[in-house]
């Protein structure tokens, strides 16, 4: 089965029914199908910060959110991760594509890359690394990981993961 | 009249409502003048009192009010699109246009000159948008109530501050709180 559909099957098997994108290259396959999936209620966000809110207000409306994002956006969104999502503790998937590393024909992004996995650490946000294709396997078990303990999760998904792009 | 005073105006519309309100002096003075456990305080996160709301409202059934001002939808001005291309029937956003960042010493904003939020609301493809004086505030948000269909309203009102003390409820408290009453309210 491809990533792809793995990934949406977590999300509905996890009772994920509010998704918020803001789109990268490596991730249109997965909004795709996030769009098309009527059990899950799609919100494009302009701005990933606004996409958190957006999630904020889902969870406390008795659904369970996540985000779709680019991890150029770990720099624009760390007032709200800290002051809403922390602060509130409040839980929320964050699927993102690990822009930057290897296989990454932009030089642009691999400085955001070698930024991504210490900001998340300073956050001490849970983060999870998928490189190859079977580490979608932990997909449930890292959802189910964070609604359990109410925290913001990363799930970075790089180049070799999405098999290029 | 400022914004203090339009909050004690609407205060007897919006106290059985689910309310997401801005962060600083709106949710402190909220919190002073009718604190409700339907009440959302934000205690940060400058910007992202509509896109709660708008996200409550898409969640659940129950009508939801987001208390926002001009500085704050000036720093997330991304929100009107998402609002307006997701119209939600049971929103209202309410924004209290006192020309100025009240919370931090009202230096002003560019909706209090060149910049019409009301215009830029319209222009972004909200359907209902209601400009209207401080003193009408509370008729228009009744109004807006009663028409089951999502609102933004830019009320013009002066600005100032009163002093007020800040909210010292622990943010789960509020948070879990607020959820006990949506949660009971969707129930019944």
Redesign the interface.
């Given at each position: 089965m491809a990533v792809e559909d793995q990934i949406l099957d977590g999300l509905l098997a996890n009772n994920i029914e509010?998704v918020t994108t803001v789109p990268c290259k490596q991730l249109a396959g997965v909004i795709d199908k996030v769009e098309n999936c009527p059990d899950i209620?799609h919100?494009?966000?302009?701005?990933e910060?606004?996409?958190?809110?957006?999630?904020?207000?889902?969870?406390?409306?008795?659904?369970r959110?996540a985000i779709i994002m680019q991890n150029t956006a770990i720099g624009v969104t760390i007032?709200?991760l800290?002051?809403?999502t922390q602060?509130?503790?409040?839980p929320l998937p964050m699927l993102i594509s690990y822009r930057g590393e290897l296989g990454e024909p932009v030089a642009c992004q691999v400085e955001m890359a070698v930024h991504t996995k210490a900001l998340l650490a300073q956050l001490h946000i849970p983060t999870y690394h998928f490189h190859h294709e079977d580490d979608v396997r932990e997909f449930d078990a890292i959802l189910k990981h964070t609604f359990m303990c109410n925290k913001p999760v990363a799930i970075l998904t790089d180049a070799a993961f999405w098999k290029g792009y | 009249m400022i914004r203090s005073e339009v909050l004690r105006d609407i205060a007897p519309v919006i106290s059985d409502q689910l309310v997401?309100c801005n962060i600083g002096l709106p949710s402190q003075e909220l919190h002073m003048i009718d604190d409700q456990p339907s009440n959302?305080y934000?205690?940060?996160?400058?910007?992202?009192s509509?896109?709660?709301?708008?996200?409550?409202?898409?969640?659940?059934g129950q009508k939801?009010i987001s208390i926002d001002g001009d500085g704050s939808v000036l720093t997330?001005f991304?929100?009107l699109?998402?609002i307006a291309n997701?119209a939600a029937d049971n929103f209202i956003l309410l924004i209290i246009d006192n020309g100025s960042y009240g919370s931090t010493g009202d230096q002003p904003t560019y909706a209090g000159k060149k910049t019409s939020l009301t215009e830029v609301a319209k222009a972004c493809g909200c359907e209902t948008v209601i400009e209207c004086a401080a003193e009408d505030t509370a008729e228009t948000l009744r109004a807006a109530l009663a028409s089951d269909k999502m609102t933004i309203i830019v009320s013009k009102c002066e600005s100032g501050n009163i002093k007020v003390p800040v909210i010292q409820m622990d943010?789960?408290v509020?948070?879990d709180r607020?959820?006990k009453e949506?949660?009971r309210r969707?129930a019944s």
């Open positions: 509010f209620h919100v494009p966000a302009n701005k910060d606004e996409g958190m809110g957006l999630c904020a207000g889902a969870f406390m409306g008795g659904k959110p007032n709200t800290v002051t809403l602060f509130y503790r409040m | 997401v959302f934000m205690l940060g996160t400058m910007g992202l509509s896109s709660i709301g708008l996200g409550l409202a898409m969640a659940q939801v997330n991304g929100t699109p998402t997701n943010p789960v509020i948070r607020f959820m949506v949660e969707n």
